[in-house]
Structures are given as C-alpha cells and as structure tokens.
Nanobody, 126 residues
Framework: QVRLVESGGGLVQAGGSLRLSCAAS????????MGWFRQAPGKEREFVAA????????YYADSVKGRFTISRDNAKNTVYLHMNSLKFEDPARYYC???????????????????WGQGTQVPVSS
C-alpha cells in the first residue's frame, strides 16, 4: 500500500524555522514529483513547492521562494521542506503529495496528484 506520512509540524513564531518531512513507502517514486501543499482555514489548498524524485528539479510558489527549500533523501525515501523566516501567512496544514510525470507543469494542481498524505499542522504565530 502506498503511504505518504508527514511529520515535523509544530508551533513556531514568525521569523523562525521548521523542517517538515514526508516519508514515502509502498512503491518506487523515481518517476514522480513530490509536492508540498498547504491549506489554511477558509482557504483553498495551495501549492508550496515540489521536487522531482530522480532529477532533483525544484519548483516554488512565489510566496515562499527564497524562504523555503525542498529536498529529498532517496536512500531514506523522504522529502523535506525546510521552512525559514516564517511569516504570518504561513500557518496552515501542510500536505505531501506525489504525481507521476516528467514535466513540471503537473505539479501545481492538487487534482492531478496520485497520492496524498494526511498532513501535518504548522500553527505558526506572529
């Protein structure tokens, strides 16, 4: 069974840092993009960042560019989201997803994703 399990969420003040993890299991993800989305109360789930599991190419939403860094450890089957300089708009539930494909255009729409985790909460305060 394919599973994506997020962890690392927690309370942090504005300007602080946090690292989220997404542990993937159940299949090989070498042909997949791994993406992070977030959803705040009353808002749509929005794209944050993505990385291709094999190629390592990265993509970021403008709102987090320069502050967040996505990475992966293939040996551990884990993708990370390093969150720095957290702002008041960053509190949300963060979700890890996986979408199979070659082109970066696949990563921006949540409906295109093949797998999702249950999310991890980031109750950031300012």
């Amino acid at each position: 069974q394919v599973r994506l399990v997020e962890s690392g969420g927690g309370l942090v003040q504005a300007g602080g840092s946090l690292r989220l993890s997404c542990a993937a299991s159940g299949r090989a993800f070498s042909s997949y993009f791994m993406g992070w989305f977030r959803q705040a109360p009353g808002k749509e789930r929005e794209f944050v960042a993505a990385i291709h599991w094999s190629a390592g190419s990265t993509y970021y939403a403008d709102s987090v560019k320069g502050r967040f860094t996505i990475s992966r450890d293939n040996a551990k089957n884990t993708v990370y989201l390093h969150m720095n300089s957290l702002k008041f708009e960053d509190p949300a539930r963060y979700y890890c997803g996986a979408v199979r494909g070659q082109y970066g255009s696949l990563i921006y729409r949540r409906t295109d994703y093949d797998y999702w985790g249950q999310g991890t909460q980031v109750p950031v305060s300012s």
